[in-house]
């Protein structure tokens, strides 16, 4: 059973930093693409960045220049370095897994980001 576990989250003042992490279990990292979606209140789930299986990646134009995805196959986690926060970054980030080949998909609990001075 595929599981991801975020971690990471917290409360940070604009302009800060923080790290969040992606540890996934259950499966083939390699194998899958995975993605950072957020969702603040009131509001759709956005996605956020994603890395492919091949290692190609990409970001929502909110976060361009300001966010970092990153994954380390041998530790089967993702990363998300997000520098340069903004009070409307605020929101639970999840990290969502899915099969290159099946198309199955499966995601974490989030983690909480509060960006407020």
């Known amino acids: 059973q595929v599981q991801l576990v975020e971690s990471g989250g917290g409360l940070v003042q604009p302009g800060g930093s923080l790290r969040l992490s992606c540890a996934a279990s259950g499966l083939t990292f390699s194998n899958y693409h995975i993605d950072w979606y957020r969702q603040a209140p009131g509001k759709e789930r956005e996605w956020v960045a994603g890395?492919?299986?091949?290692?190609?990646?990409g970001y929502g134009n909110s976060v361009k220049g300001r966010f970092t995805v990153s994954r380390d196959n041998a530790k089967n986690t993702l990363y998300l370095q997000m520098n340069i926060l903004r009070p409307e970054d605020t929101a639970v980030y999840y990290c969502?897994?899915?099969?290159?080949?099946?198309?199955?998909?499966?995601w974490g609990q989030g983690t909480q980001v509060t960006v407020s001075s």
């Open positions: 969502k897994a899915r099969n290159a080949y099946t198309g199955a998909e499966s």
């Open positions: 890395i492919a299986s091949s290692g190609g990646m």
